[in-house]
């Protein structure tokens, strides 16, 4: 089985930019979509971003996704902070038979 | 309005059975793919299972192989999590969720989350 790895944490300020990275062990992150969810403290995670770039519905176009086949990772990048982007961060892919979520990024925004 | 109502949790000692549900509505149920993903309190997501639309399908995680069944019944719009020899590192919150496109497979996203139902496994 592959792994994705994220950083533990990152923190910005609001109306800021940043960019939290999810990168592929092994197999190409080009080969199997990446999916993006958010979970806010208390609460069941919700869907960001599909098939690597796709907003979920409702999802405002600060954020955005993509991949970048040297590094073999995604990023989802938020524009404009708010604070109520504050949020952990989760990325997800498969295989032929797994599914397999990235650690997760608590995103601070202060 | 699609809502997913996860029911089934509690406490149950090593070793001990539970089956948990997961009530469907407002969507076709019968053409969607479904998982459930558990979460331990203050961790990561943890996938557990899939089942195709059709249920001729399922998928686990290895931590889960041969101690869990994922099943549905599109009769009656449930999605169900048969939990047998559980132990410890069980004790999570568990979330069903469905998949973004009618018919797809394993390989397709997560749209829709539902609550989470607490399993605890202790003695």
């Known amino acids: 089985n592959f792994m994705l790895t994220q950083p533990h944490s990152v923190s910005e300020s609001p109306g800021k930019t940043v960019t939290i990275s999810c990168t592929r062990s092994s197999g190409s992150i080009a080969g199997n979509y990446v999916q993006w969810y958010q979970q806010r403290p208390g609460s069941s995670p919700t869907t960001v971003m599909y098939e690597d770039n796709q907003r979920f519905s409702g999802v405002p176009d600060r954020f955005s996704g993509s991949i970048d086949t040297s590094s073999n990772s995604a990023s989802l990048t938020i524009s404009g902070l708010k604070t109520e982007d504050e949020a952990d961060y989760y990325c997800q892919s498969y295989d032929s038979s797994n599914v397999v979520f990235g650690g997760g990024t608590k995103l601070t925004v202060l | 309005q699609v809502q997913l109502v996860e029911s089934g949790g509690g406490v149950v000692q090593p070793g001990g059975s539970l089956r948990l549900s997961c009530a469907a509505s407002g969507f076709t149920f019968s053409t969607y793919g479904m998982h459930w993903v558990r979460q331990a309190p203050g961790k990561g997501l943890e996938w557990v299972a899939f089942?195709?639309?059709?249920?001729?399908?399922?998928y686990y995680a290895d931590s889960v192989k041969g101690r869990f069944t994922i099943s549905r019944d599109n009769s009656k719009n449930t999605l169900y999590l048969q939990m047998n020899s559980l132990r410890a590192e069980d004790t999570t919150i568990y979330y069903c969720?469905?998949?973004?496109?009618?018919?797809?497979?394993?390989?397709?996203?997560?749209?829709?989350w539902g609550q989470g139902t607490m399993v605890t496994v202790s003695s």
């Open positions: 969720a469905k998949v973004l496109r009618e018919y797809s497979a394993l390989r397709g996203a997560f749209d829709i």
């Open positions: 089942i195709r639309y059709d249920g001729s399908n399922k």
